[in-house]
């Protein structure tokens, strides 16, 4: 509920003089499926959105449609949109990833942003949905409008040794799916609603911009949102203005790509304004006195700062554009502001990675402490830290899309490691990890499990074949490994094996406008230990999403 792109969308559907739009959560189970407006069940409505932002999520569209008693598959329900037969469009940021895990789910994926299309779709299927079947729907809002996906109408290629070699689609159709987004706007995407019941029920949010323009080559954001945008500072005052009254509090979402400029006239407006600030996480080359002076006012005690390679030669590879004293100092700072938790967000399972980058992490928090516990001292409390730990997954549209997950060398195609192999890589360096950080008081671990992380990275990079995987996994509530295995399935296949420049990916039907051999050199120059500028939408026109 919290999801600032899921209100947007919401506030947009409402908008419309021909549409009502309501919500649906997902219960726990045992509990019954209603709209949170009005308590209807799925099946009164012609047309359900669904917003999807993780991979883990993809099973909770199967579950959802299941519940809500409709047909999961598209393929089993009626042609007309109507009764028990409604049209399911689906969006999102990881549908522009990759969405093929859940196409044969969906009537119709919107790819990219909602405001350029979503208007004009909806008017569309509103007025269709009543008189044309299913397909002869999403076949003529595909020809109008860009960012429309209809699975049904583009069916999958696949060459002599499985692997997916492309997709066919009628010749009227665009062969690929131009991803739509909103090049500017003069009001800030906010929270539309507030709830005590959210994951932030209290904090209104507001974003800087979108996309990052810093090009860490792990970061599906930092190239799937191309052309990073940051909106102007009038933007995004007048995002903020339309707090309600008795909201104090501000979370500003794209603070990782904000100039120190802008962060200045920002910290200065909220600090004039009563308002406190708050954060998901804070490049650690970004803090100024005003943002420190508003921090410190705004009675915050937990800060995150994401180092995420372990070592300064991962930072390298990575092309993270921040050193060791980046961080040090920035913790420092932090904890002289006031701040009396510190997160670290680490990465494992890096491409090159060995022993003694995680040796390396292990001696930074050891630096960090040497500064910040003499701070903690004279004040009369220490500074906790929490080191996160989180398995690296290749993802979409990445640099890293080419790489295997949990493996630190670059694989032929074709070459793959066992699923056993890897998982237990991972668990040794976080064991080592772990161990490491047990010298060191109030110094905490939490960590994901490698397993879960590898039906991530499966997910992620998916074809069609896994949404019977998803499909049985909803119907008889088996673990994914079993799943897959009924299926004939492994996770070598998708998640452990390498890729080189010319492969066609089940993601390669979306045109996100980068071109493929600018990921391939990206990923050679991780190799070979070379950074890469940030982005300059001004000149640069390398990766291809800037045609000039």
């Known amino acids: 509920m919290s999801s600032l792109g899921f209100q947007l969308v919401y506030a947009l559907l409402n908008e419309q003089e021909t549409l009502v739009c ?265 803090l100024s006195k005003p943002l420190l002076d508003l921090l410190a006012g705004s009675n915050l005690k937990s800060v995150a700062i994401a180092p995420d390679g372990c070592s300064e030669r991962l930072r390298i590879v990575i092309n993270k554009g921040l050193d060791e004293q980046d961080i040090i100092r920035a913790a420092e700072r932090l904890v002289a502001a006031g701040i009396y938790k510190l997160k670290l967000y680490l990465m494992i399972g890096l491409p090159t990675e060995t022993e003694k980058d995680l040796e390396e992490a292990i001696q930074l928090v050891d630096r960090i402490k040497g500064k910040i516990d003499p701070i903690g001292r004279l004040r009369g409390r220490l500074c906790e830290i929490t080191i996160s730990i989180n398995c690296f997954v290749p993802k979409p549209w990445t640099p890293f899309q080419f790489h295997a997950f949990g493996v630190s060398e670059q694989l032929e195609k074709g070459e793959y490691k066992s699923r056993q192999e890897v998982v237990n890589r991972l668990k040794n360096r976080l064991k080592f990890l772990k161990n490491g950080f047990k010298a060191y008081a109030n110094v905490h671990v939490s960590h994901d499990k490698p397993d879960n992380v590898l039906f991530q990275a499966i997910l992620a990079r998916g074809d069609r074949k896994l949404a019977e995987v998803l499909l049985e996994m909803a119907v008889y509530g088996i673990p994914w490994k079993q799943a897959m295995k009924r299926q004939g399935l492994t996770a070598e296949q998708y998640a452990l094996c390498g890729y080189d420049d010319s492969d066609y990916f089940p993601w390669s039907i979306i045109d996100h406008s980068i071109k493929q051999s600018y990921l391939w050199r990206e990923y050679q120059r991780a190799f070979a230990g070379k950074t890469s500028d940030p982005c300059d939408t001004k000149k640069c026109r390398v990766c291809g999403v800037c045609h000039g």
């Not at 799925?42 to 991979?55: A, D, G, H, K």
Request: aromatic residues 10%; proline residues 6%.
């Open 22 to 286: 309501e919500r649906f959560f997902l219960p726990e189970k045992g509990d019954d499926l209603l709209s949170v407006e009005s308590g209807r069940e799925l099946t009164q409505f012609p047309l359900i959105f669904i917003s999807v932002s993780f991979e883990h999520d993809y099973l909770h569209v199967a579950e959802i449609l299941i519940r809500g008693g409709i047909a999961p598959l598209a393929k089993d329900r009626d042609t007309q949109v109507s009764g028990q037969a409604p049209l399911v469009v689906c969006g999102g940021v990881a549908t522009f990833m990759n969405p093929e895990p859940l196409a044969p789910f969906v009537d119709l994926f919107l790819i990219g942003e909602a405001e350029p299309v979503l208007e004009n779709v909806t008017d569309y299927l509103v007025l269709k949905s009543t008189v044309a079947d299913r397909l002869e729907i999403v076949k003529g809002v595909s020809e109008r409008y860009e960012g429309c996906y209809a699975p049904a109408l583009y069916n999958p290629v696949y060459g002599k040794d499985g692997r997916l070699a492309g997709h066919s689609a009628p010749p009227e159709l665009a062969g690929r799916i131009k991803k739509v987004f909103q090049q500017q706007c003069t009001t800030a995407a906010h929270s539309q609603l507030l709830s005590p019941h959210a994951e932030f029920s209290n904090l209104f949010l507001t974003e800087l911009g979108r996309g990052c323009s810093r090009g860490c080559r792990f970061c599906a954001a930092g190239y799937i949102y191309r052309p990073p945008r940051l909106w102007s500072g009038d933007a995004v005052a007048a995002g903020i203005a339309e707090r309600w009254e008795d909201t104090d509090r501000v979370g500003l979402l794209g603070m990782e790509m904000a100039d120190a400029a802008e962060l200045d006239t920002l910290s200065n407006y909220l600090g004039e304004s009563g308002c406190a600030l708050s954060f998901s996480s804070l490049r650690a080359d970004r």
